[in-house]
């Protein structure tokens, strides 16, 4: 868990550091600039925390329950309940980046290939054929 400074800023300049920070992503146009970017300012562990996060919600909005997804991404049950919340009380931020990375075919395709993965890493629960066959038949369409 990242560390926050125990001296709290003036709302003011939260808000300022906060907008800064959001105009920089927004102005890198490269892939490989903000990949690099994101690796110097975030720790492996933040990067990892943000991307389960983000699969966490992206799963959650299509469809995957949430005792699937606490299985697949290693999460607690209580965090990706949190996040359930958060899509129905709100969550438009979430849902409008959800739209526009899955309008492209693109996004669509990385979801399906993802799914398959996921589907091929959640092991059989032990003593049911049902979900012997289901795990037999994603490794197979791997």
């Known amino acids: 868990m990242p560390k926050v400074s125990q001296n709290p800023l003036p709302p003011a300049v939260q808000k300022e550091i906060s907008d800064a920070f959001v105009r920089t992503l927004v102005r890198i146009d490269s892939d490989a600039l903000l990949q690099k970017f ?26 995957y329950s949430c005792g699937s997804v606490c299985r697949m991404l290693k999460m607690s049950k209580a965090t990706i309940y949190l996040y359930q919340r958060d899509l129905l009380r709100s969550g438009d931020g979430y849902k409008q980046i959800f739209e526009l990375f899955f309008k492209e075919s693109k996004g669509k395709r990385w979801l399906e290939t993802l799914s398959r993965v996921l589907d091929a890493l959640t092991l059989p629960v032990k003593g049911s054929p049902r979900s012997m066959r289901r795990w037999r038949s994603a490794l197979h369409k791997l």
């Open 38 to 63: 994101l690796g110097d300012l975030l720790t492996p562990g933040e990067k990892l925390m943000l991307s389960k996060r983000l699969m966490a919600v992206i799963l959650l909005q299509n469809g």
